[in-house]
């Protein structure tokens, strides 16, 4: 029930921030619900610790929107990645607080600058990301790290994977760009959830 309320709030500021009504099914309330509640449903059944469960939550609510808006736009908004990284970042600093230990805030503070500067790498040399994705970067490496240097490896692995994939399988042709937000954000969550709780 959260997740479903949730998303479909969420939904609001994916249509608020939205330019486009090409494709109103993505848009639509009951597909930010449904996605929501079943990613806020597969985290809890995770067993991880309520601090975590609530950054992930936080993750989850701006990434429905952020890839819906990447499919159909071809961008990243700054408020949803500014409140993602809001959301996720004060969780992460309540959780290394309540914990009493620091280990897991110094893993997450540096995963978050590993990412953003070899994404900014890739982006300078090759022109295959965007600013936006960069900045997606920082915020799916504080998620990730956060959890564990292997989770970290996982997420960027997979991120990179299920993006060639969308270019080996057709979907995109080989003049044109495909969206790498949607993907880098189904790589984070995909290791999240394979990882322990």
Not at 37 to 57: K, W
Not at 115 to 129: D, E, K, M, N, Q
Not at 151 to 173: C, D, E, H, P, Q
């Amino acid at each position: 029930m959260l997740g479903a309320v949730t998303g479909a709030v969420g939904n609001l500021g994916t249509r608020m921030l939205a330019t486009s009504s090409d494709d109103i099914g993505l848009y639509s309330t009951r597909t930010g619900a449904l996605a929501t509640s079943v990613l806020f449903g597969a985290f809890g059944q995770q067993g991880s610790p309520i601090e975590d469960l609530v950054m992930l939550s936080c993750l989850v609510v701006v990434a429905i929107p952020l890839a819906v808006i990447d499919m159909v736009e071809m961008r990243l908004p700054n408020p949803l990645l500014a409140a993602g990284y809001l959301g996720v970042g004060t969780c992460v600093v309540a959780a290394a607080v309540a914990r009493g230990e620091c280990t897991g805030l110094g893993r997450a503070a540096v995963g978050c600058a590993v990412v953003t500067v070899t994404y900014l790498g890739v982006a300078l040399c090759t022109g295959g990301l965007g600013s936006g994705d960069v900045k997606l970067g920082g915020l799916l490496g504080m998620t990730s790290a956060w959890k564990s240097w292997s989770v970290l490896l996982a997420s960027m692995t997979l991120g990179w994977v299920i993006l060639l994939l969308v270019f080996r399988l057709g979907s995109v042709k080989h003049d044109r760009k495909a969206p790498a937000g949607p993907a880098l954000l189904a790589g984070t969550l995909i290791a999240v959830l394979g990882s322990s709780g």
